[in-house]
Each structure stands twice: as C-alpha cells, then as structure tokens.
C-alpha cells in the first residue's frame, strides 16, 4: 500500500507540467469463470464481489478470495441487464444498464432488499464511506445520498479541458476515483473534488492473445483490497484475475484507441 501511495502522490505533483502515465507488472493471477461477463468488481473482507451482465445472463456472484470458489448468488431477472456494483453499509448495490433501477441486497446471504430508480443509464459504481458514485456512460459523475437516494452533485470529469465519457466500472482507491474507459485498455484516476484527470494506467496487453476466445470482450473491473491496498482488474469474459503494481512511465499524454468491441 506505501508504494501506491507514493505513485499516487508523485501523481499530483506531476500534473503541473502533465499528466503522469503509468503502466503495469503483474504480479498475481487468479483464475475466473469464462462465462463472466465482467461489470463489476469490489473485494469485501474475504470475499471477492461481482457483478455480471447481458440480458438473461446478468448475476450478483461472491466469491471466496482465497480460493475462488463460489459462495453465493443471485441471478437477475432476464429483462434486466446488470451492470457495475458496490458493498456499502451492509449492502450491495448493482446498477442496471437501460433499467434505470439500481437493486439492493442484504450484504449478509444476497437477499434482496429493494430497488430504487436512478435517471438515465446506469454503468459503474462505487462509494467514498459517504455517498454512493456512479457514472451513466457520459462524462458525469453522480454522487448520491444512500439515505434518500437523491443524487446531490454531479461531477464532470475532464482530460486537458476536454470531457472524458465512456466512464464504466468505477473504484474507490486512496481518496480518488479509479474508472475503465469503455472499449480501451485505459483506466484514468479522477481527482473527486474537481473531475480532473490526473493520471492515466496503460493495460495494453494485460490478457495475452492466446487466451482470448470467441466471445472475449473488453477490459473491464477494477478491485482494491482494503486489507493490503492490493489492485486486482479483469475483463469481460476474461479467464483471470490481474494483482496489478503501477510502473511509472514518460509524462506524455496519450489517448487510448477504442476498440470495437460490443457492451
């Protein structure tokens, strides 16, 4: 945890003269089911939370960490596309794509609680111990009270002026927001207080083209440990789980290439 947070705040002092860019080591891989349609990804204690989508395919499954095996679950109803999740006051929170619902569950066995509309699309979420986060497929970002599930702020997140949409699985990660940028193997981290971009993590490359299969989709999901400060990150239909540490690199900015891929 000391190391990322010396990267991060090498971070902050690099943004008056650019932003820094990082790429990656591995350090750890896990194995994952195939059939795991990635939206979201959150570790809780033991236990390894995600979230998966696609119309009649979308679950709440949690995991035991150490193992991987599968704890519990709760399959969405079929009209429903699932999409990014968080664990928050003994509750799990998973959005849903067109939906415009966000469903509650009991931390405890997965049973749900209730449900709750939310305007507009719902793509990644995550929390800061106070309010719920999440972004709706633009350059926004929604802060919302869990009490009275009104949203309160919303944030714009821009790159050198310019907004940055696309804002997919979300993470809450030493006071600023970790986002996948839908379709490109870039995850940006977000300054909360006033949307900017200040730092970019390069994945190109993280899932080798021999383990890619018809069906293997983008990168997508992003989990740190409270424990140990560790980052995990996967994809859509990945057959691992990435332990990841930031390697700085040149202070250039570049913007990621979009794939074509399909949500």
Known sequence: MLRL????FASLALTAHGQQQYGYKVLETKPQSRQNFVQGLEIVGDYL?????NYGQSHLL??????????????????????????????????????????????????PLEWFAIPGEGWGITHNK???????????????DPKTKTIE???????????????????????????????????????????EVIASINLS??????????????????????????????GKRWPYLYRIELVPLETTIQQAQPAAESR
């Open 153 to 195: 702020r919303s944030l714009a997140v821009t790159e050198n002026g310019q907004p940055v949409i696309r804002l997919n699985e979300l993470e809450w990660v030493e006071g600023n927001i970790w986002a996948n940028v839908w379709a490109t193997d870039r995850i940006v981290i977000i300054d909360p207080n006033n949307g």
């Open 62 to 111: 949690r995991y035991r960490l150490a193992d991987g095996a599968l704890d519990s679950g709760r399959r969405l109803n079929p009209n429903m596309f699932g999409e990014g999740i968080t664990v928050f006051d003994g509750k799990v929170y998973q959005l849903t794509w067109q939906n415009r619902m966000a469903l509650v569950y009991k931390e405890e066995d997965l049973s």
């Open 49 to 53: 939370y995600v979230g998966t989508g």
């Open 5 to 8: 947070l010396l990267l991060l």
């Open 130 to 144: 106070d309010r719920l986060i999440y972004s709706d497929g633009s350059h926004l970002l929604h802060f919302l």
């Open 205 to 234: 490359g993280l899932l080798p083209l021999e383990a890619r299969q018809p069906g293997t989709d983008v990168l997508n999901g992003i989990a740190r440990n409270p424990a140990n400060g560790d980052i995990w990150v996967t």
